[in-house]
């Protein structure tokens, strides 16, 4: 096998590799993302739709982080006010809104929202040059 044939090879076999890095890191970025979720949970669903991995691309792999809830779009994002559309919520087809707090009903014509409380940027910003780290090593072994 010639000395390029021998280059060609390693290469393609990190690339292989490279996915199972970027799963770990994926999963990584999960658990950690759920364990710092700073919002309250009643049921869990929110925290335990959190999801992490990696998939392979056609230059190599890819890992992600993401919700896998619309609840936690609005967790990331926030609503009404301090949400994409900046305007209150108001109701569609009544006259008011209504909802429980706290075991009591209220009515109300329109609500702030409430601010974001993101987790998947920060999370992955915190661990960026962690996985800037991990890459380079894996490149230079």
Known sequence: MALGDQA???LNRKRAGLHLLAVSIGKNLEAQAKRDASWKDRTGNT??????GGEKTSKGA????????MV????????????????PIVPKNAN???FTMGG??????????????????PTADKQWPEIKRAVRKYWEG
């Open 62 to 69: 890819m890992a992600f982080l993401a919700h896998g809830s």
């Open 96 to 98: 008011a809104l209504r």
């Open 72 to 87: 936690g779009t609005y967790l990331e994002e926030g609503t009404g006010l301090y949400g994409p559309h900046r305007s």
């Open 104 to 121: 009591r009903v209220i009515f109300a014509k329109q609500t702030k929202g409430m601010p974001a409380q993101p987790i998947i940027r």
């Open 8 to 10: 060609k090879e390693h």
């Open 47 to 52: 925290r335990r739709a959190i999801h992490g």
